[in-house]
């Protein structure tokens, strides 16, 4: 049997790259799957790739700084597939700027998409999972939210930071309705957020003396431990940090 069978999933962030990988991975795990993003024509084009497979997956415009967009969100997964069992909590941006650097309105926005939009989501979740008597909330953070680090950014390490802990008063504020709440701790994974990176020799030499395992992660390496933590194999597991950083915080 699928891990996730019969789950119905809502994935924001879901148009592309660890977003998407995480829907097609959630669907090829029986989930149906709602992925809301503001790339519309992507999202569209993702839907349609994963409905031509055969998966049950639904694209919705979602703007997750609104709670308008949140609130129809979770009203099209009601609609399509008749529940909502799992929120991934997967959209975020980075802005790559030192403290001095760093503008109010960068600081403003990252905070708003990164760590409201969390907040949006689970608000917004809450209520429908209550009705159908639990489910499993999953807030995508960062090894920057356990650590901070010399080259980082300051207002990304602040909102990671706020998502670990707001993670953590979801899961104890709710554990009693069945709804658990986990967050993920990515190290450098290969998606377009860190392209900068990627395509700069001497930046990734400096980060591979940081990475035990001596290489950046996987989308799918993500998506992996998503899927643990929406599925019930992990129904013992509420307010946790599951880390996949390939040795980064060890040190």
Known sequence: MARLEGKVALISGGARGQGAVEA????????????????????????????ELGYNVTYIHLDVTSESDWDAAVQAAISTYGKLDILLNNAGILIRKNIEETTVEDWDRIFSINAKGVFLGTKAA???????????????????????????????????????????????????????????????IETDMIA??????????????????????????IAYGAIYLASDESSFVTGSEVVIDGGTTAA
């Open 126 to 188: 809450i209520p429908a999972m209550r009705e159908n008597g639990g489910g499993s909330i999953i807030n995508i953070s960062s090894t920057a939210g356990l650590v901070g680090s010399p080259n980082g950014s300051a207002s990304y390490t602040a909102t990671k930071g706020a998502v670990r802990l707001f993670t953590k008063s979801t899961a104890i504020q709710h554990a009693r309705e069945g709804i658990r709440c986990n967050s993920i701790h990515p190290g450098p």
């Open 24 to 51: 097609r991975m959630f669907a090829e795990e029986g989930a149906s799957v709602v992925i809301g993003d503001i790339l519309d024509d992507q999202g569209r084009q993702t839907e349609a790739e994963l409905q």
């Open 196 to 221: 900068d990176t990627l395509n700069d020799p001497a930046n990734m030499a400096l980060r591979m003396q940081r990475l035990p395992l001596g290489r950046v992660g996987k989308p799918s390496e």
